[in-house]
């Protein structure tokens, strides 16, 4: 069974940092990739999607790359801003139905 | 465009009562749907999921169940409460080659 994990499961930085969240898979089978971010209390928001064939996605100041060999997933946030504080989340589709989600990091951005 | 609806968004229930949560999608036909749970500090739980009318698989074994009377529409129900129920339920939808998921704005169950 597909297991998602996320590293580190907290993270504050001061405003205007960059910064990366990692994401691992044990299947290197998988479908896609999919970023999100959650508000506290409220649903997830979909970030970025990445197909099993490409190997990263940019929206904005965010880039997510994606080395399925490895079983790793990256999110780089460039100039972190306090907007961007809440959970992160990767979840990985192996056949398209089934998403398995990782625990997702904390990320708190200080003004 | 695409919108999903999730209510209750917060719901108090004593312990063996019944539950009937709804989501329902517009804007998109066959979707695949799904019901999750996230406790507190874990990650979500995939309870159930449907790819058409009918067709409901679970995950995990459970005093829960799912019904997709329409093609957009996803009920999460239980005849009987458990305290063990309580947390923060998410409804999601995907479609098309992508499969990208949309999630509800969730329902926060609590069970007292």
């Known amino acids: 069974k597909q297991e998602v994990t996320q590293i580190p499961a907290a993270l504050s930085v001061p405003e205007g940092e960059n910064l990366v969240l990692n994401c691992s898979f044990t299947?290197?089978?998988?479908?896609?990739l999919q970023w999100f971010r959650q508000d506290p209390g409220k649903g997830l928001t979909s970030l970025l999607l990445?197909?099993?064939?490409?190997r990263e996605q940019t929206s904005g100041r965010l880039n997510a790359s994606l080395d399925k060999s490895s079983g790793r997933s990256t999110l780089y946030i460039a100039a972190s801003q306090p907007g961007d504080s809440a959970t992160y989340l990767c979840?990985?589709?192996?056949?398209?139905?089934?998403?398995?989600f990782g625990t997702g990091t904390s990320l708190t951005v200080i003004p | 465009s695409q919108t999903i609806h999730q209510w209750p968004a917060t719901l108090v229930q004593p312990v063996g009562s019944p539950l009937s949560l709804e989501c329902t999608v517009e804007?998109?036909?066959?979707?695949?749907l799904y019901w999750y749970r996230q406790a507190a500090g874990r990650g979500l739980q995939l309870l159930f999921y449907?790819?058409?009318?009918?067709?409901i698989s679970s995950e995990v074994p459970q005093n829960l169940s799912a019904s997709r009377p329409q093609d957009r529409q996803f009920i999460l129900s239980s005849k009987k409460l458990l305290l063990s129920d309580s947390g923060f339920y998410l409804c999601?939808?995907?479609?098309?080659?992508?499969?990208?998921?949309?999630f509800g704005a969730g329902t926060r169950l609590s069970v007292l």
């Open positions: 999601a939808w995907s479609a098309g080659l992508k499969n990208i998921q949309y």
């Open positions: 299947d290197s089978a998988i479908y896609n």
């Open positions: 990445i197909q099993s064939s490409q």
């Open positions: 979840a990985v589709t192996n056949t398209g139905n089934q998403f398995y």
């Open positions: 804007g998109t036909s066959n979707p695949n």
């Open positions: 449907s790819v058409g009318i009918g067709q």
